[in-house]
């Protein structure tokens, strides 16, 4: 075989237009093809077989939170004490980190708001919030409505990358108004 594929130039090619059809396929079919590192859209299967009680309609149900640790006390006092809480998870040495950083200053002169910075290394501090808001980049700012606007159950929104203070500033007043909200249907 080897000696056919070595002194015939027909099976080379043959052999050739094979190959570039298996990786062809191979790239080709849904779900393959994705480079380490891409992010892919669509459903996600659960293949785990749930051990809790049997509903209706047969089937096990899935626990809908993992449980967290604490939250450090001094952002629990803060969230308890009404303030607009807001949190940056950073990298550190990045420069846009450093850049945020030094924006989220900016909400010191901005009453009843309380500032907290966190690399990424201890984030699993902070997991009761960062979990449910599926942080997936650094920086992360994470503002909080102070806890009167949100009825007790804790709300939040996040920017991701870059901010400027003027961002910063407005983030943070984004969640603490209160009035009345509308929708814009442009005509």
């Known amino acids: ?20 059809a298996v990786v062809g396929f191979m790239l080709l079919k849904p779900g393959g093809g ?10 996600v299967e659960v293949t785990a077989i749930a051990s809790t009680p049997e509903t209706a309609a047969g089937m096990g149900e899935l626990p809908t939170s993992v449980p967290a640790p604490p939250l450090p006390a001094a952002f629990t006092a803060a969230y308890d ?76 929104s996040v920017d991701y990358g870059f901010q400027t203070p003027q961002s910063v500033v407005q983030a943070v007043r984004d969640a603490s108004y209160k009035g009345p909200e509308g929708t814009y249907y442009p005509n």
């Open 1 to 20: 075989m080897r000696d056919k594929l070595n002194n015939n130039p027909a099976a080379q090619i043959g052999l050739v237009v094979v190959l570039i």
């Open 34 to 43: 994705e480079a380490e590192g891409e992010e892919s859209s669509g459903t």
């Open 81 to 156: 004490a009404d303030k607009t809480v807001a949190l940056l998870v950073v990298h550190d040495g990045g420069i846009d980190d450093a850049f945020t950083h030094l924006a989220l200053a900016e909400v010191a002169a901005v009453e009843d708001v309380k500032p907290f910075v966190v690399p990424v290394k201890k984030i699993s501090r902070y997991a009761a919030v960062t979990v449910g808001l599926d942080i997936n980049r650094v920086p992360a700012l994470i503002v909080m409505r102070p806890r009167r606007l949100s009825g007790g159950v804790p709300q939040a």
